[in-house]
């Protein structure tokens, strides 16, 4: 069993599940939760068609959601080792992490954190930015190392880079059981989002997520619960 260092974060307003005065942005992370759970997917890849749709966001919610859980046992990995951004909203040390351990300067051990804000959640880090990230995937370390992580984890979430222009992706994708797709409206290209759909194989789609949506029709109601959380909240869940 892997043994992690444990750190205390500094999470920004962007991690819900550490903001008390956001409970229904959180429900819908909770929505999101059960739909995957339906599908028996343990190894999710969380993935866009670009920059700026919010890919980041929506992994360490879902992770944190999970976590809420009893008795489960959630990794949160940074796969995104061009433009790390996972440990900015937690307010952990990016390194040691996934660069460091591919690259075999430091151990699974090392490199993993427990957070303490949320006892059932780890994470591992992207670590420094290295120059050569699509090798360090495209090895036999990062195939061992997923191998490891679900022995050890009940539920594993990857944020991947966007899934359209670089090779890391399609490596975090060969791993997973499942990709969730985040689209932006406002910001995400439509065509983009077409073609990032497609990339995604049939049997590995978990759905979609739109992140920072806005009030539609059938939100409108005064009932909490059927609707305060979907116009409060910065995401959207269809699968």
């Known amino acids: 069993m892997t043994h992690c260092r444990c750190v205390t974060p500094a999470p920004t307003h962007e991690v819900l599940w550490a903001r008390p005065s956001a409970p229904e942005a959180l429900d819908q992370y909770r929505v999101l939760r059960t739909r995957i759970g339906r599908r028996d997917a ?3 890849v969380v ?3 670009g920059m700026g749709d919010g890919k980041s966001f929506t992994s360490v919610n879902l992770a944190g959601s999970m976590a809420l859980l009893r008795d ?3 990794l949160l990995i940074d796969g995104d080792m061009r433009r790390s951004t996972v ?3 937690l307010g952990i040390p990016a390194a040691p992490g996934l660069s460091e ?4 300067k430091a151990s699974l051990d090392d490199a993993i954190a427990g957070i303490d ?5 780890s994470v591992l880090t992207a670590g420094d930015s290295p120059l050569n990230a699509t090798e ?3 090895s036999q370390t990062w195939v061992d190392l997923a191998a490891r992580c679900r022995e050890e984890f009940d539920c594993i979430v990857i944020d991947a880079p966007p899934n359209i222009g670089v090779a890391d992706y399609d490596l975090a994708e060969m791993v997973s059981d499942g990709v969730l797709l985040v689209i932006r409206p406002g910001h995400t290209d439509r065509l ?6 497609e990339r995604i194989p049939v049997q590995k789609r978990l759905g979609a997520v739109l992140n920072d949506a806005r009030d539609w029709l059938f939100w409108k109601t005064d009932n909490y619960y059927y609707g305060a959380g979907a116009r409060s909240s910065r995401t959207a869940a269809r699968s």
């Not at 983009?192 to 759909?197: G, I, K, L, T």
């Open 47 to 49: 993935t866009s068609p």
């Open 42 to 44: 343990r190894v999710i």
């Open 87 to 89: 440990h900015r909203m």
């Open 136 to 138: 360090l995937l495209d």
């Open 117 to 121: 804000l949320l006892p059932n959640l």
């Open 101 to 104: 351990v591919l690259a075999q």
């Open 72 to 74: 489960s046992r959630v």
């Open 192 to 197: 983009r989002a077409f073609e990032a759909a």
